[in-house]
């Protein structure tokens, strides 16, 4: 049990729509990482608030956006969905930025493009 | 440039060791490693930091070669219990993001 919970937890969507994750981070983790996990493969970076702006991003084009909530809750929202885009998308939430700390991910979203 | 992992697969008996190594092209401060179960969050297991330091947490252990950009994980005495994906996650400086390895799938048999 991490604490970190998202929902959904599955979801489908057809090429073309915008799709929206819901992260709840444990409470007092100002951090928020979202990833991107491709079947088999290790989870891929996306994007990293702190105290609500974004913080760093990983190399996803910018119809991948997100927000993060003064309540320790964050969103990732996908415009323009892709057949590629199929994957599980983690949360991970951390107490600190900018120091060497441990992510506590939540159990993922996994988005079916159709 | 993500890091590499090694073995991609390993199927082990109960009371097997097994050693599970990460490498990375580039300067490393710290590496981290995780293990997720089918279906579950990636679980936290440890984090060590440039000074080649190596860490236990029960019969799990690993060490960190800063000169070589290498980590190693090793798992001891392995039990049912340890299955699942090993990742390793490398920061190339202080609070920069992790990037993850591909894994490495662990299956271990009674």
């Known amino acids: 049990e991490t604490g970190v919970t998202q929902s959904p937890t599955h979801l489908i969507k057809t090429r073309g729509q915008q799709v929206t994750l819901r992260c709840s981070s444990q409470s007092g983790h100002n951090t928020v990482s979202w990833y991107q996990q491709a079947l088999g493969q290790g989870p891929q970076f996306i994007f990293q608030y702190y105290r609500e702006e974004e913080n760093g991003r990983g190399n996803f084009p910018p119809r991948f956006s997100g927000l993060q909530f003064p309540n320790y809750s964050s969103e990732l929202n996908v415009n323009a969905l892709e057949l590629d885009d199929s994957a599980l998308y983690l949360c991970?939430?951390?107490?600190?930025?900018?120091?060497?700390?441990?992510?506590?991910f939540g159990s993922g979203t996994q988005l079916s493009v159709l | 440039q993500q890091p590499v992992q090694s073995p991609q697969a390993v199927i082990l008996r109960e009371g097997e060791d097994a050693v599970i190594n990460c490498s990375s092209s580039k300067a490393l401060y710290s590496v981290h490693w995780y293990r997720q179960k089918h279906g579950e969050a990636p679980i936290f297991l440890m984090i060590l930091l440039k000074g080649g330091e190596q860490k236990g947490h029960d019969k799990i252990s690993a060490s960190f070669n800063e000169k070589k950009q290498q980590s190693s994980l090793y798992l001891t005495a392995s039990q049912l219990s340890y299955s699942g994906t090993y990742f390793c996650?490398?920061?190339?400086?202080?609070?920069?993001?992790?990037?993850f390895g591909g894994g490495t799938r662990l299956m271990v048999k009674p």
């Open positions: 991970a939430s951390s107490l600190v930025v900018g120091a060497s700390e441990k992510l506590f």
């Open positions: 996650g490398t920061e190339d400086n202080a609070g920069n993001m992790l990037t």
